[in-house]
């Protein structure tokens, strides 16, 4: 039950912290670097592209990264891209073209590690938890959980972030929503279970690199044996 609501947090967070640049981005874009009204939609043209790409190179990937790995990973990348999206004014960069393209370009990436985990995940806890209830029951319910984490958040972004944005520079407005997903994607990790995850790969792939080393020296040993048996003859 805590992973499925963690989980829906998450939902919320990502889609929140996704669509809350939506209000305010295109006075920023139109303020600082000369760009009409009409042309403002082709930098969220970046963020679909690197979407749809990723969806190819994750495709490559499939089962390499766990479900609750690519939550972090989705939390992580959306906290930094809005830390960086204008970026923050204690950081002293004034806003430019780069770093712009990048934290859209980061938003496509994170949205869809979060688009391709969120439902598996609250779907195996539930399996694990339940299983003696019918998975299609299960996931129906779980879809419209998922769904509702999407419109909420989405419904949620544009009016925090304006409200911020009346009271502080747009670059400001963003890092601190982008802080309190950083918040969030660390209780997610301890408390979800993330980091232990994390942890448990690390000991795995210890674990075989210990195997490895192990079989590479067996075999160093026999070419050694054989070797004297040779010179011996």
């Keep these: 039950m805590r992973t499925t609501l963690m989980d829906f947090i998450s939902?919320?967070?990502?889609?929140?912290?996704?669509?809350s640049i939506d209000p305010t981005l295109s006075n920023f874009i139109t303020s600082n670097f000369s760009v009409s009204d009409a042309n403002v939609g082709f930098f969220f043209c970046i963020t679909t592209s690197c979407f749809t790409v990723s969806i190819l190179i994750l495709s490559r990937f499939k089962?390499?990264?766990k479900y609750k790995?690519?939550?972090?990973?989705n939390l992580l990348i959306l906290a930094f891209s809005l830390f960086a999206i204008g970026p923050i004014s204690v950081l002293h960069i004034p806003p430019n073209f780069a770093n712009l393209s990048l934290s859209l370009a980061l938003i496509g990436v994170g949205l869809l590690f979060g688009m391709v985990s969120f439902l598996p995940?609250?779907?195996?806890?539930a399996f694990m938890k339940a299983p003696y209830l019918e998975k299609s029951h299960v996931l129906d319910k779980l879809s419209a959980l998922l769904a509702l984490g999407v419109w909420s958040?989405?419904?949620a972004g544009p009016p925090i972030s304006g409200y911020l944005r009346d009271h502080m520079e747009f670059q400001d407005s963003e890092a601190i929503i982008?802080?309190?997903?950083?918040i969030y994607m660390l209780a997610f990790g301890v408390y979800g279970?993330?980091?232990?995850?994390?942890?448990n790969i690390k000991k795995k792939t210890n674990r075989i690199e210990a195997i490895l080393i192990e079989s590479e020296m067996i075999e160093a040993k026999r070419s050694f044996y054989y070797l004297e048996e040779e010179e011996t003859f």
């Design 11 to 19: 939902i919320f967070i990502a889609y929140f912290a996704s669509s």
């Design 63 to 65: 089962g390499v990264l």
């Design 69 to 73: 790995v690519l939550i972090l990973l």
């Design 121 to 125: 995940d609250m779907a195996a806890d």
């Design 153 to 155: 958040g989405r419904a």
């Design 178 to 182: 982008g802080f309190v997903v950083f």
């Design 193 to 199: 279970g993330g980091f232990q995850l994390i942890k």
